[in-house]
């Protein structure tokens, strides 16, 4: 027999391909939800950091010009009321206070003409007039006193041989000459490259930086501010004048920056820290990446771990499966190991009780049609029973010595025809007719050895004509009644009655006989009698009817002694019901 | 069981090598200080002109170092150091044929700073911008009338500046080669004189002191040296042209990253008195205070 291609899904690729898809639902669970947040929570907290270092660049900035200022207040208190008409010691507090500070340069009192009265740092080059319309001068008289004012930075050019790059703080000041009350300024020149230090030194990343710009957007420190005069780095400074405080982006060179922006509060100056986002959200980049790299990771883990594990648990599956292909091609000698998992267990279990039920009823099968075929040889034995061929071979003998020819060849004829049908050539079924036709001839011969002292009569249903049933199943009953019956019977005569009939689904055949009858406690055994030398007795025709047609079907004995007996024979009467 | 067994152990490797590389990324790359230098060949190596070259120059270099070489009174030997070693080579000043096939054999990039050459990087003042700057200064700030211009029209830059001027002011100009020419023209109809070189200015700025020129015609002129700072303080000088050797540095190092041999002008600067004292002009007009 051949089999078909094998067809449907492998079970060991069906149960790694649900525990990718259960890892992957796992995997995107954590993509969509734990990811994006972390990765959220990450970018403010570097931002949050940023924001933080420049806070501390502002506070700082704060508090040099808080600084500054409290120095220029202090310089202010320095000078005396009427400081024309009082002596030196305020100038010499005013020279040690410019000293004592490595980041001014000059302090200087301007009166309110406009002429010097006194400043650290030598002769004044300007006239009053020019000093009176110096931006300086004039806001710091707008001030009132109140508010100092900061410059831009600048070359200053007041004092001969001096030029410094400096902001001025001024303030106005106060002072009475001669019962006139009048105001003047106090000059403090800070150097430029000090104070831009507040704001240059301020490191965000590795790229990043912090300046300071005015309220028009005019720079006042930058750290590429000499790219920036010459016209060779430009700075968006417009997006950055719309807020005082607060976040924004913009791009430079193909990098995305962060700006943040602050406010100084003395100066209302912006200090504004930029930071490349690819520095200062290098963390977030590396989660980013790392997560990235793990999640790959996880699933090539995940596809060796699916297929060694669908593999161990489909591999006892597997073993039953090639031990089935064996069974397929005939070993049944083989057994599964009963381990593993307990439903494998369990099927490996019922596999070999299969297994072991079907080399039992293999060995059954085999020694039922053994049985058969032994009784068959038996049948055919007890047709070439010695004893009956030298009886009717003497038989034969007799009546051609006695001349009687025609009865000879008669004999000889039925012993004949009674051989034909007994090898049949070799088949195990033959036609209700010919089986008729074999005890025919039985009894003719028997009929002519025993000179008449039974008659008999054979008569068949036209239906079960046709039919097929095993061989040799009416003689051994007709033998049987003619050994007991007929020898139990010393001068009566013998009628055995041969019929053959179909009821219902069965095919019967039934061998009667008006004998003495068997006794009740030897019918009851009668089907365990062991074959004698005379017949293979009603035991091995039972037995043989049962292994080719089943339980239901065999022998009946109905018997009354000194009445008769009768022996009806059960067969199937289709095919199909037979064995 | 062999398919499954290397399928597992190949994606078991993969993971590794995957783990391995992503994890790898995350280590901070080592700093490695930089062991070439370029190298800015110089006749001379004093200047403020230079300090500002060089500052530029090296803040376009990044990491990379800049080493100054006063150019030898004989041939160049390349093969010998400093300039084996090189990088690249900027030339500052002097860009004769006969060093530039000197240093030839190299094979390094080289740049020059003020001469172009067919063939090399190159960076120079834009003169004609600066001629431009004047004329537009000139015509937004003066009345209609006579320019005259002081230069030498054989000297290549103060022809640049002219060609600027012309551009803006065009028929109002009229060239002199020198001051004498000046001392011959009738400058009552001259609304302003423009002088094309550091040396013509000088000449103006002295006969103005000395009243050989009205005080009060308006002077514009070019170059940046401390001796501006004092006509203008002294209102003799009404606005100079200056250049930036700072600018043309950081160009040139700009022309190094390109790898191009391309010609890059280095801008211009208009300072006006009331511009001179601003930050912006201090390095320009101040280049000693940084």
Known sequence: MTRGPRKGYSLQNVLMAAFLICLSLILAFVLLSVVPRVSRMLRQSAIERTRETLQQGLNSADLYVNSALTALHYACSQVPEEPLSNGGDWRDRLLFMRNSRNDTVSLAFFLEDGSLLYGTDGALRLTPAEVRQAPWFERALQGEGA??????????????????????????????????????????????????????????????????????????????????????????????????????????DGRERQLIISTLNQTRWRLVGVAYADEILSLQSAFLRTISVALAAAVLLSLAAASLMAFWVTRPIRALESKMSLVDKGELNIRMDETGFREIRSVS?????????????????????????????????????????????????????????????????????????????????????????????????????????????????????????????????????????????????????????????????E????????????????????????????????????????????????????????????????????? | MKRVLIVSAVCLLLALGLML?????????????????????????????????????????????????????????????????????????????????????????????????????????????????LGQEILGSLPEGRVLAIGDSAQPAQARRYEGLLAELGERVLRLDSAQDLLNQDVSDTVCIAALSGAALEEMGALKRSGTLPAALPLYGVEAVESRVGLIEEGLLQGVVVDSPYAMGYIAGQLLARGAAELRYSPMKLVLPDTLYLAQNAQLMFPLLQ
């Open chain 2, 21 to 133: 590389w992503g994890f790898a990324m995350d280590r901070q790359p080592a700093v490695t200080e930089a062991s070439g230098y370029c190298l800015l060949l110089v006749r001379e190596d004093t200047g403020s002109d230079l300090m500002q070259l060089r500052k530029g120059l090296e803040a376009a270099l990044g990491g990379r170092s800049l080493r100054l070489e006063r150019l030898p009174a004989g041939p160049v030997r390349p093969d010998q150091a400093p300039y084996a070693a090189a990088e690249a080579l900027f030339l500052y000043g002097d860009a004769s044929d006969s060093l530039l096939e000197a240093l030839k054999p190299l094979n390094k990039p080289i740049i020059l700073l003020g001469e172009s050459r067919e063939g090399y990087a190159a960076v120079l003042h834009d003169e004609y911008a600066g001629g431009e700057l």
């Open chain 1, 147 to 252: 508010l100092s004012a900061f410059s831009l930075p600048h070359v200053q050019q007041l004092f001969f041989d001096q030029r410094r790059l400096v902001i001025s703080l001024s303030r106005s000041l106060p002072y009475t000459e001669q019962g006139v009350e009048r105001t003047g300024v106090m000059l403090m020149d800070i150097d430029y490259l000090r104070f831009s230090q507040v704001a240059d030194s301020i490191r965000l990343g590795l790229s990043g930086y912090a300046y300071l710009m005015d309220e028009q957007g005019r720079l006042i420190t930058h750290p590429r501010l000499k790219e920036i005069n010459n016209g060779l780095y430009a700075e968006d400074r417009e997006a950055v004048l719309k807020q005082r405080v607060g976040l924004s982006r913009d791009s430079v």
């Open chain 1, 349 to 509: 279990q019922a596999f070999n009780h299969m297994l072991a039920r079907i080399r039992h009823l293999m060995d059954q099968v085999l020694q039922e049609q053994e049985t058969k075929r032994l009784h068959e040889l038996n049948a055919l034995q007890a047709q070439i029973n010695p004893h009956f061929l030298y009886n009717t071979l003497d038989s034969i003998i007799w009546m051609q010595e006695r001349g009687r020819g025609a009865q000879a060849v008669e004999m000889v004829s039925a012993l004949a025809r009674l051989f034909r049908i007994s090898i049949s050539r070799g088949r195990s079924e033959i036609l209700v007719s010919e089986e008729l036709e074999h005890v025919r001839n039985y009894m003719i011969i028997q009929q002519m050895r025993f000179r008449d002292r039974f008659v008999y009569q054979v008569d068949c249903q036209e239906e079960a004509k046709n039919l097929r049933v095993i061989k040799l199943i009416i003689q051994p009953l007709v033998e049987n009644a003619i050994n007991h019956a007929m020898a139990a019977l010393a001068d009566q005569q013998l009628h055995i009655g041969v019929r053959a009939y179909l009821e219902g689904e069965a095919l019967c055949f």
């Open chain 1, 511 to 579: 061998v009667s006989d008006d004998g003495v009858g068997i006794p009740a406690e030897k019918l009851a055994h009668l089907l365990e009698a062991k074959p004698g030398i005379d017949g293979i007795g009603l035991k091995n025709v039972h037995e043989r009817i049962r292994l080719s047609y089943g339980a239901p079907w065999g022998l009946e004995i109905q018997s009354v002694e000194d009445e008769g007996t009768l022996v009806t024979v059960r067969l199937p009467r289709d095919k199909e019901k037979r064995l």
